[in-house]
């Protein structure tokens, strides 16, 4: 080997040496990088996995984690803590952008004594004093027995206790929910209607469950930070006790809450069919029958009034008699 090959080697080495520690730190500074990003998405996302893993446990008061993955809380702790990283700004701005707070249209009393809700609205002074809507309801032992408590978030589906579901749930206090009566599965045609027929009953574990119809009024209606109220009383309200259709022996269709507005919900053709029915039974029958009736009825009138022209002359003789033997004792 002559020395310019000599040379050429070594340099080659050097460049290959080189190279690789290059490119030895540009995949650390990648993996460095890959890493900080990961964590940085795992934090944010934490908070969301929270709506799809965490689930009420109505009868233990506890809730549940799925999956082994820690279920987080977003309460008022929580936002405290986004406030806080916000970075600073000067007063002059924060008054520039606060939002001008608005009250909730609607104020809500449970009265756990007669298992009613009722919903107020407000008056002409500003106070929430006009009843506006009352709902037949089921509540239970863990229910409040007073105190006032904020809505916050809702579900159109919710996975309950027994592994039951409710629609429209809206969360009153901790595990204390707005709901409607248990399904067997996330499907409308699964209702535990034994449980629909005790509405107006102590019949829950702790939340209040209502009627498709009116559940579905309360998600709709009412926003997070309104305001619940429980008490107790055998006074139902300013609108009375609203009833409820017992459906166990509608077997067809008494898997569907009757009042469910769904389009596919059967109760409607249901009970228009029913109706139809009753309005097509012959009349003739009733006819012939009242004619027999009228013929029974003159033969009995004509009996009876044989019979009182008997007891007449009957009474009119004893009478005569009676006076007669008056006479031969005085």
Not at 53 to 61: F, G, S, V
Request: hydrophobic share 25%; net charge negative.
């Amino acid at each position: 080997m002559t020395q310019k090959q000599k040379k050429d080697n070594i340099k080659m080495k050097k460049i290959i040496i080189i190279t690789g520690f290059i490119l030895l730190l540009f995949i650390i500074s990648a993996i460095l990088s890959a890493t900080i990003f990961y964590f940085q998405n795992k934090n944010n996302e934490l908070p969301n996995q929270n709506n799809n893993i965490l689930y009420y446990n109505e009868e233990q008061n506890e809730v549940k984690e799925e999956n082994e993955v820690l279920i987080v809380d977003l309460g008022e702790d929580e936002e405290n803590k986004k406030e806080e990283e916000k970075p600073k700004e000067n007063k002059e701005d924060n008054k520039a952008e606060e939002k001008p707070k608005v009250d909730p249209p609607y104020y809500i009393k449970v009265n756990n004594g007669a298992n009613v809700v009722t919903i107020y609205k407000k008056d002409s002074k500003g106070n929430y004093n006009t009843p506006v809507k009352a709902m037949i309801c089921s509540i239970g032992d863990a229910t409040p027995e007073k105190g006032v408590y904020k809505m916050s978030d809702k579900y159109t589906w919710r996975l309950l206790q027994g592994d039951v579901y409710g629609q429209y749930a809206y969360r009153i206090t901790g595990h204390i929910l707005f709901h409607s009566v248990p399904y067997e599965s996330q499907d409308k045609s699964t209702l535990e209607w034994w449980e629909y027929d005790k509405l107006g009953t102590k019949a829950s574990l702790g939340c209040i469950r209502l009627k498709v119809e009116d559940a579905k009024w309360i998600y709709d209606n009412c926003v997070p930070g309104t305001q619940v109220e429980f008490y107790s009383s055998s006074n139902p309200g300013p609108l009375g006790k609203p009833s409820a259709k017992k459906i166990s022996n509608d077997e067809e269709v008494r898997r569907w809450d009757p009042t469910d507005p769904d389009k596919d919900n059967p109760w409607k053709e249901y009970l228009k069919r029913k109706e139809e029915e009753k309005n097509s039974k012959p009349v003739t029958d009733n006819k012939d029958t009242s004619k027999n009736n009228n013929i029974n009825t003159n033969t009995i009138n004509t009996e009876n009034t044989n019979t009182v022209d008997k007891t007449t002359s009957t009474t009119v003789k004893d009478t005569v008699e009676n006076k007669i033997n008056k006479t031969n004792e005085i």
